[in-house]
């Protein structure tokens, strides 16, 4: 059974910090590995990950991944308040279309 | 951009009622997807369907049923709601093979007392 598991489950920072959240997982036949920002609603997609080692960025976030100790790590520098959300972490296989998704984490950024 | 819209964003229904919970997406999305999420379980999968007229169950399928007629269209069905049911509910959709990003709709906060 694929297995998503997702720390720490919540993290309280003041704003302009830097966090690290983090998300391993155990899957047959990986695929891919997404990270989700879900505010009061809708989770909206950040990034797709399917190659170890490659930094994936948008502004102030960035992930990577490492297939090979099965984690992938999604930072945030410079936190906002906007920031504020619970980020999920979903791993795909090969064969397919389920994402398997982890608890997620829910970031507070205090001003 | 992907839409997909879920009918209504909050509801209260009554044990043993049957509740239809209705999901719209505009993107031509041959796969579409609904999960609940709970404090403390994440985002689980109850039902998916990848064609009109096929389903297939998801980790969590008892007390539910789903309906997809039209490609657009995917209802996921309480037959008889209970309390345990009470719970978020998310639409998703996405392409068919290799394309795994799914797209998500705002959500149904279903309470049933």
């Keep these: 059974e694929d297995k998503v598991v997702q720390s720490p489950l919540s993290l309280v920072v003041h704003e302009g910090d830097t966090v690290t959240l983090n998300c391993s997982y155990e899957v047959t036949n990986f695929r891919s590995l997404l990270w989700y920002k879900q505010e009061k609603k809708a989770p909206t997609f950040l990034f797709m990950l399917t190659s170890s080692g490659i930094e994936k960025k948008s502004g102030r976030l960035s992930s990577i991944l490492d297939k090979k100790e099965l984690f992938s790590i999604l930072n945030i520098t410079a936190t906002q308040t906007g920031d504020s959300a619970v980020y999920l972490c979903a791993v795909a296989p090969t064969s397919g279309s389920r994402l398997t998704f982890g608890e997620g984490t829910q970031l507070t950024v205090n001003p | ?113």
């Design chain 2, 1 to 113: 951009d992907v839409k997909v819209t879920q009918s209504s964003r909050y509801l209260v229904k009554r044990t043993g009622e049957k509740v239809f919970l209705e999901c719209v997406q505009d993107m031509d999305h041959e796969n579409m997807f609904w999960y609940r999420q709970d404090p403390g379980l994440g985002l689980r999968l109850i039902y998916f369907s990848y064609d009109v007229k096929m389903k297939e169950k998801g980790d969590i399928p008892e007390g539910y049923s789903v309906s997809r007629e039209k490609k657009e269209r995917f209802s996921l069905i309480l037959e008889s709601a209970s309390t345990n049911q009470t719970s978020m509910y998310l639409c998703a959709s996405s392409l068919l093979f290799g394309r795994e990003t799914q797209y998500f709709g705002p959500g149904t906060r279903l309470l049933v007392l």
